[in-house]
């Protein structure tokens, strides 16, 4: 047995002055008598009052030195070491990824099982052992860097929630060890999981949280018109160890719309086919009724929206830094020409780019950004002049490039039309415009981007983006669908208002264009909107990394110890000889009131 603190030992000195109380104490009490027979018992007791004499043996003094050395040992906090060593720093990993929501018995999900297990192991440790804990959704997260309070880090895994991330928990391994580096001493790792992951050559243990049961899941929701019909296609999968039979119910909406009986032997997958002839919503929701070990990846929510993949033509002769500008942005194709004469008004892309080029016929559709331009149809070009330093225009750009400068050997000036707005000016000349006539969105830079530094600075890829994003806005969200962990981003061409998002719940956060949505995000349906426009998006569980609920094959690893199995590495006697106190005073009271 060791003990933690020392200190309490110095109590010891209250246990002689209750023994001298008791030397003290007067051993009779003075009574009116009827006879003398008694005066020679009252001299004996007279004698025995004497303050050196040998004193009659007492069970209160003995409890109340029981009382004492028991809170003195509690204060010690004694520790019994079983069956291992015993280290100053812990480090637990706490998987919190989706496929820990999988019910692991009657009332705990995996993810509730291994908090369970990690406080017990935690309670068992010896006070002053430091503590460090890691939550795994995807990412590492370091919620306790080394504090020893007991009640603090219990406090910190009781508010470990779970997420619906995924990811590869063995990433994790390489943040312990730099902790671990850190630490500079002896160290043990706890690391509370349902998926295979190797510590190698790190001194802990792996408990496996994993277990089987009736599992299947809805992996996908899709859907395509074919004349004049929705075709809608669901995906399923068995991930259990049985048998699975149960309903598949389609909802157009929340509206129930079609429903099917399925049969998914262990591990087979399976596509059912539906035909709605409208929509009566902006989404549809899959889901199968049967109650199983992982409820969250029986629902799928599927946003219905166009095609949002957007076409560019860029006509340039190899402009590097223009090609890989559109090819940063989401959901487009990028098409390269360097000759024009191919260029017929009946083409159909979204956006043109004519750098340093211009087309013998114009396109009559599609948004055009022209780059070091002739006077055309939609604006006139003056002469300009040679060396002059470009400044963006405030308020008609975002605030990244807000404070954007440049130098330019070369450059025309553009009479911005009047359904345009300045970008960007040298002096008091427009060399930059954006704005749109007829239901076509134009933009224009009036200079080479060989003949400045400005392809070179990082605000070019920025502006570049942002009149892509506005010439041919693919929508506040880049995809209408995403599965749990994914970055969401919601962007919009005005900079100044906010994007308002509801979540499933009904709770609403306002955003900036180019903010990612955060936070705990639920499964479901989520709202956008700024000023008129009005989006959707669903976000649907990992079913590919995380609804595989049958148990692995790990191997043989003597780190491996199960989620039911006794974790403790000791045992800290402290609320034994609280007790114990608490006991004896009970005991030393009923004593008393007896007139012991």
Request: hydrophobic letters at 35%.
């Amino acid at each position: 047995m060791g003990f933690t603190n020392l200190w309490p030992l110095f109590l010891l000195l209250t246990i002689p002055p209750v023994i001298m109380l008791y030397i003290l104490k007067r051993k009779y009490k003075e009574e009116v008598i009827s006879s003398s027979l008694l005066w020679k018992e009252v001299y004996k007791n007279t004698r025995a009052n004497t303050p050196w004499e040998k004193f009659k043996k007492n069970i209160l003094l003995l409890l109340q030195i029981i009382i004492i050395l028991s809170v003195i040992l509690a204060l010690m906090s004694p520790f019994i070491s079983i069956g291992g060593k015993s280290y100053k720093n812990v480090i637990m990993v706490i998987d919190n990824t989706a496929s820990m929501n999988t019910i692991y018995d009657d009332s705990n999900s995996r993810l509730e099982q291994g908090k369970t297990l990690a406080k017990e192991y935690l309670n068992s440790t010896k006070e002053g052992t430091n503590t460090y804990i890691i939550s795994y959704d995807g990412s590492s997260n370091l919620l306790l860097n080394g504090n020893f309070n007991k009640s603090n880090a219990t406090s910190i895994i009781d508010n470990i929630s779970k997420s619906y991330g995924s990811g590869d928990i063995s990433d994790v391994v390489s943040f312990v060890k730099a902790i671990g580096d850190g630490i500079g001493e002896e160290y043990e790792v706890l690391i509370f999981t349902d998926k295979q992951v190797a510590i190698s050559d790190i001194d802990g243990k792996i408990v496996y949280l994993g277990n089987s049961g009736l599992n299947a899941s809805v992996d996908n929701v899709s859907h395509k018109f074919v004349d004049d019909k929705i075709k809608v296609i669901a995906n399923l999968t068995n991930n259990g160890d049985s048998l699975y039979e149960g309903d598949f119910s389609l909802y157009n909406g929340e509206e129930l719309a079609k429903v099917e009986s399925v049969n998914l032997q262990v591990g087979e997958s399976k596509t059912l086919s539906f035909e709605l002839d409208s929509l009566n919503s902006d989404y549809l929701k899959g889901e199968l009724s049967r109650k199983d070990i992982l409820m969250e990846d029986n629902t799928y929510y599927h946003v219905v929206n166009e095609n949002k993949v957007k076409k560019i033509l860029l006509v340039t002769e190899e402009n590097i830094f223009l090609e890989k500008a559109f090819g940063s942005i989401e959901n487009t194709e990028v098409y390269k020409t360097n000759d024009v004469s191919n260029i017929t008004e009946n083409d159909d892309y979204d956006l043109y780019v004519f750098d340093n080029k211009m087309p013998e016929v114009m396109p009559r559709k599609g948004n055009i950004l022209f780059i070091n331009p002739n006077s055309n149809e939609f604006f006139n070009v003056l002469q300009g002049g040679e060396i002059g330093q470009a400044t963006a225009v405030k308020g008609s750009v975002s605030s990244y490039l807000e404070d954007t400068q440049f130098t330019l050997s070369k450059y025309n000036i553009i009479e911005t039309p009047y359904y345009g707005t300045n970008i960007l000016t040298i002096g008091d000349n427009s060399i930059g415009f954006k704005g749109e006539i007829n239901d076509r969105k134009i933009a224009a830079l009036s200079f080479d981007l060989h003949s400045t530094d400005f392809a070179l600075k990082k605000e070019f890829p920025i502006l570049i983006y942002e009149l892509g994003e506005e010439l041919i806005s693919t929508g506040m969200v880049y995809s209408n669908n995403f599965k749990a962990g994914e970055k969401i981003v919601v962007k919009s061409s005005d900079f100044e208002s906010e994007i308002n998002v509801t979540y499933p719940n009904g709770d609403i956060k306002e955003l900036k264009s180019g903010e990612e949505v955060k936070g705990e995000l639920a499964l479901g349906i989520y709202k956008i909107n700024q000023n008129d426009n009005n989006e959707s998006f669903s976000v649907n569980f990992p079913t590919s990394s995380e609804s595989d609920t049958s148990v692995e094959t790990i191997g043989e690893n003597d780190n491996i110890v199960h989620g039911k199995s006794n974790l403790k590495s000791g045992f800290n006697l402290t609320p034994i000889f609280i007790l114990l106190a608490m006991l004896v005073v009970a005991f030393e009271w009923i004593l008393y009131k007896k007139g012991n």
